[in-house]
């Protein structure tokens, strides 16, 4: 076996940071809806391509800077998380369920983006598409750096406002014990709504990243779903830091793996990790 160059590993590294960050900005509202809100939500999967998609309309047919294309799907992701948690609350949906009911809203958008855009591939041209940064041998595009900025601050920021806001307090309240929280004046259904919103609305930042970084397919949204898994799963349910911090040790293992073996390996790297991290787990109960 050949030793790469220690450019190439350097390069590896970075990239893995990159596509680390784009899992653990996939997985936050995931972590958030699983952990909080008690719902397995595979349609943020879906939500996340179709944001790529309405970046990818805005861009090409409406000329709107990808960037600022952000300010128009955010808010329609946040009610459309919104409507989709009064509905699940209004039908009492159990966590097992929300499991097949997201996955059939997965496959009715993924039916949709390929009725209305086709299954041809889409490639977003845009002028951030080029800009590239030198950080001596290496180089550092700017959509990965944008996804990594939006990634940290992100995570960083529902972070802090659960752990340190009084709304942050009643959401976690809320989530633990309902009633009890409930008695003590906190509104469950109103901050559920409230969650959902938000999680959706993380679908739609990470929508824009996947535009600007990627080709897109409608089906490349089952590509993402067991490596997202397993970011969540290994940061911890309504972690939104875990997840960012898993989703970046398994990017940086999967591309440093393609670079010191061969790229065929790469997805047993996610699973092998969580597997170790459960068993740890598990040894530890």
């Known amino acids: 076996m050949t030793f790469p160059s220690p450019t190439l590993l350097g390069q590896s590294l970075l990239s893995g940071v990159f596509i680390g960050a784009l899992y653990g900005l996939l997985g936050l509202g995931l972590s958030l809806s699983w952990g909080m809100l008690r719902q397995i939500n595979l349609a943020h999967f879906a939500l996340a391509f179709l944001g790529a998609y309405l970046t990818y309309q805005f861009a090409e047919v409406y000329k709107i800077d990808p960037l600022l294309s952000i300010l128009i799907i955010a808010p329609a992701f946040f009610l459309l998380g919104a409507l ?53 041998p290496l180089y550092i595009p700017f959509p990965e750096l944008l996804t990594v900025v939006l990634a940290v601050a992100l ?96 990017g940086v293992s999967e591309s440093l793996t393609m670079a010191l073996t061969a790229p065929a390996w790469a997805p047993l790297v996610s699973f092998s990790l969580l597997i170790i991290v459960l068993l740890v787990r598990a040894r530890d109960l």
Do not use: H
């Open 84 to 136: 989709l948690q009064a509905l699940f609350a209004r039908f009492s949906i159990s966590p097992f369920s929300s499991l097949l009911v997201t996955f059939g809203l997965t496959v009715i958008i993924e039916s949709a983006i390929q009725w209305y855009w086709t299954a041809d591939y889409r490639l977003l041209e845009s002028a951030y598409r080029g800009i590239r940064f030198k950080l001596g």
């Open 155 to 250: 995570a960083t920021l529902i972070w802090s406002a659960l752990r340190y806001t009084d709304l942050g307090k009643a959401m976690r309240a809320a989530s633990e014990d309902a009633p009890i929280a409930a008695a003590f004046g906190v509104n469950e259904r109103a901050l559920a709504l409230l969650l959902s919103g938000l999680c959706a609305a993380t679908a739609g930042v990470a929508g824009l990243c996947l535009a600007l970084s990627y080709t897109l397919a409608p089906s490349q949204i089952y590509a993402w779903i067991g490596v997202v898994f397993a970011a969540v799963m290994i940061g911890g349910l309504g972690n939104p830091l875990g997840t960012l911090i898993a989703g970046i040790v398994i």
